[in-house]
């Protein structure tokens, strides 16, 4: 896939959570490096894994709040009767040691901005 992106004359490669996508993250950040591809994710995970960067949800966040859920159930609530909600808490994190080895130069105003930086 990464070979084929590059032929194309892909220049990134954003990656599309899945739990299969999280389970080879290191594979992936692998064969970004590999083909000179930057791999944007949703999730820390996989930037702590080697991809350049990602933006989304903290997923210790939403840990957080399903164990609040799960209390709520298990004390007696309908699971219909709670209300949906949707992340409040999301992260910038950067990986300088990807973008070293990619040749990518980011600018100084997105690193501050960061709310993690992987060195």
Known sequence: MFAAAKKEDAECVLLVESPRAVA??????????????????????VVQAGALLSYGPALTDLFRRAAVYVDKILRGAAAGDLPIEQPSTYELVINLRTAKALGVTLPPSLRLRADRVVE
């Open 24 to 45: 080879n993250r290191v594979l992936i950040a692998d064969l970004g490096i590999k083909y000179r591809l930057p791999v944007m994710s949703q999730f820390s995970i």
